[in-house]
Every structure is written in C-alpha cells, then in structure tokens.
C-alpha cells in the first residue's frame, strides 16, 4: 500500500464538519474488506496471518479465545517455596514443601512503620481518664477486643447491633461519628431462606479471635518504589479479613494528608456498614456469602495466595517511537467477561491507584465487582500503598465465592460460586489478576496529549510485561473508560502496543458494545496487514493528538484516522 505524509493525515481529517461522525464515511469502503485474521505465529517480528474465525458467541472475532495461552498451558513452573528479603511468606516453607500443608510461620510481631500494626500486637493499646484521678491509664487493645468478640462468639445468634456494640467499644473516639444503619437494614430485608447471619455474625467473630494463631510473624507493607510480594495461606487472610469486618485494625481510620497511613486504601469496614443502600445490600450479600464458607473449617480451603508489586525505574520503560515488534494475537469479543471468560488468562483488574476503589463504599464497577466475587483480593488494601505511575499488583490464587448480574445500580448477587480451578505448586488457584490503574480525566480531551498516551502505555506495560518467557496471554477491556474518561478507541489501541511490546496476547472484551467491537477488528487487521510496529502506532498517535487538539472540540474518531493511514 502506498505510504501517505504524516502532514497529509492532518489536513484531511481536519476537513471533517464539526460533529459529523467520522467513521460513517469510511464504511461503505470498510465493509467490504476482508475479515479480520489471527496471528497464528509471531517470530521474529513477523505475523503470519490465518483465515478468521468465528467465536463460540456466534461474533467474529480475530483470534478465537482457545488459541490464546491460559495458565494451565504455561510450562513455568513455581518450584520449591521459598522466602527471600522482597518475598515474604507467612507460612512455614520447611512443612510446606514436605507435604504438611499451610502451617502458619513463626516470627514475631513488628510495630514499625514498614510492616502492618496488628490489632493483637502488644503495642496496640488503649488510654482511659479516670473520673476520679483524672489521670489516664492504657490498657490492652486486644483484651479489649478478645473480651468483646469472645462474648458474641458465645452466642447462639447475634444481631447486627450486638455487632455495632463489640466494634464501639474498643473504636470510642467515633461515637456517634459511625453509623451502622446499612449492616441493621440489611439484615432486615434479606428474606428467610437466605438470613442465617444471627448465627453467621459470633463465627466470623471466632475467626477474628484466631489471628494470633494464623498470623504469628509481621505483615510487611508493599510499599512504592519497592518490588516485593506477600504470601499467605487463605485461612490467614480469612482472619485479616474477620478483623477488617469487627473494624479491629489500629491507626486506620483516620484520614486526611498527615494521617500515619494516609497512602494506603482503608481497610475496616466502617464504611460498608453506614449509608444504606441497595448497592450495599448486594455487597454485604457477597460478603456473607465469603464468610460463610470459610467459617466452616473442615470444608474452608488453605491454599496460598500472593500479593506481588511489581516497580519500574523510569529508564526501564520503551522508548516507544523506536519499537519495532509488531501486534500479537487478538481475541475480540462483544459478549462474556474477563473474570468468566478470562479465566486462565492474566485478568486485568481496572483498578484505581488505592487498590479496591470503592469497594467498602458506594463504588459497585469493574474493580469493586471482582473484589465482591473474590473478597481475598480484599485484603491487598490492608498492605499495598497506592500505586505509582510505573507499578502494578499483581496478585496469584484467590478464590471466587459468589455469582453476580448486572453493573453499578443493577448489580445484584447471583448466589454463590463453586471454583473449580486446578492449583499450581504452591497450592494456590490458576487465576492470575492484573490490577492496574488508569489516569482519571477530570476533562475527557485531556487524555489526548501524548504526555499522557505515554503514561497509559508504560502502565500497561508494566502490568503486561511478564517475569518469565512462558506467561499466560491477556484479558481486559475498557479500562480506564467509565467514571475516569477515557476514550474506549484509544485505551484499547494503548493496550494493543502494550501487549506487543510484551510480547503478549490479548482478549479484548467490550462490554456488549457492538461499534468498538467492529472497529477494534477492522483497525486491528489494517495493523496486522500493513505490518505495523509499535513505534508506526505511536507516531500516528502523536499525529492523532495533534489532529484532536487542532480541532478545536468536535471529537475525531481514532479508529477512522488510523484507517486512513498508509503504513
């Protein structure tokens, strides 16, 4: 095909009426073009390109889902586990790895600024004023706690204001700042057949009491600028997360720039109890439905989780006008879902900076919904600082519990999950999820400069680029393009080069929209037919940019301008 001037691309498309929608011109010439194709080998920098096929929705998609590579497929095996300086495990590697199972690690507790301040170290305390003395006392946080949750274990069923009492008395400073109407109305809605929490609520309290046997050594923080992982059994986070439920966790509910842990997400689950909603009453049902299962101990899995932050110096990112690889497989799907149809596969997770966005709040989207469906993801909030410009979470294992419907306002819990996933060596489930967090535009034409199209490239190439040659291909979709503004055309083209780069196939799921489905393939195969590398793309997106700014608002479709273009 003919090369065309860069300059040339501006000029035209600048004679686009202001509001007319570019990509209509093009269709009666882009109808007629062929399928998109699969890309059944790259080597070298060269695709072979196969005859389309079609998906098992019924919709055409460049590459069918089952020729991308899944975990089971990826010969890299874990081998032995083991601990390091930046890998920290909190179960004894020694029994482990001689076949006795997620025995907890012993250690000892650390109450520094580097490691998580456990509700049952020693140094939690509490000051009492004497009405007498007026003098103040300190006593045990834990006793205090241990002596309330101990008596609701007791019981043969609780309410939700027996809860509401055992979390005020050892939180008193938020008398009357905390409210509990949401945990109250929900246990009152939710019918019969399904209202078991009077007897769920002292067996969650019995779990929390259990920390201090399940976590016996320090929680170290992931913290930014630094790569290093977590490991721990499920049973331990099981416990974290019972005490994140009865709100037990010190020096992590005060909020504001000069509070001690101000970069990290919050962790009690304060939040989830106040402000009745129907979004709320479908997020404690999900919540429940974890608890029970893992309060039922001779059925609750003990399999291992890991929790890795991945960091990049500046100078490890690509300079992205030079990249000469060209795009990789594509898998391209209107229908399903990456945490369904993207199991196996690394699941990215659209995650907001402080992991789990809203997810013990009002927030009910992509992030908040995986994070109801797997609760363990839950306890990343309880270590991971927020994270930078070059990082991602990785996080190895976690389980489903429950089924869902529908997105924000309509999301409701579907009942709950049985997993059935094979586990690796490590005895940690095949699910591997990506969270990575794009840039949120508080006005949508700010994305379009390539500062910024930079910064989105080198996120997901963070999250993208694997450890080891033999890693699993892609899952993901319109990240970054609800409340944060993004244009679903370009997200999707940034992730297109990311996974190139890496080396890395993709499942590009659109959520039902049709139109990013079509175009996605038609761009996507010009790509592939015109043998496009990574650092073409990027300059035709620098074009683009400046094409979208001159235009003084109207939007120009990307899609459009990249088929215009002669590689």
Known sequence: ?????????????????????????????????????????????????????QAEDGSSSSCPLNRLKHLPQCENRAGRLTFSRTSSVLVDVGVFNHGGGAVPREGRDMWNANFVKMPSSPSSVMFAKS?????????????????????????????????????????????????FDALISFVKVIPKAENDFGKLFPKIAALALQLPAAVRMGVPLLKKGSSASITLSQVQISCLLANAFF????????????????????????????????????????????????????????????????????????????CEEKMNKLHVA????????????????????????????????????????????????????????????????????????????????????????????????QRRILAIDAMNFKHRSDQYTMSNVTRELNKAYCGFKGRDPDEPDIATGKWGCGVFNGDPQLKAVIQLMAAAKARRGLAFFTFQDEDLKRGLERTYHQLVSDGATVGRVFRLLRNYCAVQRASGGPHIDLFHFLSRSRL
Request: hydrophobic share 30%.
């Open 1 to 53: 095909m003919a090369a065309r001037n860069d300059s040339s691309q501006v000029r035209d498309l600048m004679q686009f009426e202001p509001g007319s929608d570019p990509s209509r011109a093009s269709s009666s010439s882009s109808s007629s073009s062929p399928q998109p194709s699969c890309p059944a080998d790259v080597s070298g920098g060269r695709v072979e390109a196969v005859e389309a096929q």
């Open 131 to 179: 009405l007498l003395s007026m003098q103040s006392s300190q006593t045990s946080r834990w006793d205090t706690i241990s002596k309330k949750l101990s008596a609701l274990a007791k019981k043969t069923t609780a309410s939700a204001e027996d809860v509401e009492d055992a979390i005020m008395k050892y939180n008193p400073k938020y008398k009357g700042q905390w409210s």
């Open 247 to 322: 709100c037990t966790f010190p020096h992590r509910n005060a909020a504001g720039p000069h509070a001690e842990y101000t970069g990290y997400p919050s962790i009690n689950f304060t939040r989830l109890f106040g402000q009745w909603s129907s979004r709320k009453k479908e997020k404690l049902r999900a919540v429940m439905q974890y608890f029970r299962v893992m309060t039922k101990e001779q059925s609750r899995p003990n399999g291992l989780v890991t929790f890795e932050r991945r960091c990049f110096k500046d100078t490890e990112m690509p300079n992205w006008i030079h």
């Open 334 to 429: 209107s229908g399903g879902a990456i945490e369904t149809e993207g199991t196996g596969l690394l699941q990215v997770d659209f995650a907001s900076s402080c992991i789990g966005g809203g997810v013990l709040g009002s927030g009910l989207v992509q992030e908040e919904i995986l994070f109801l469906l797997s609760p363990e993801l839950i306890v990343s909030r309880l270590f991971t600082e927020k994270l930078g410009d070059t990082e991602c979470l990785i996080i190895t294992g976690s389980q489903q519990f429950s089924q869902y419907s529908g997105f924000g306002d309509s999301f409701e819990w579907a009942g709950p999950h049985d997993d059935h996933l094979q586990r690796d060596e490590w005895m940690r489930l």
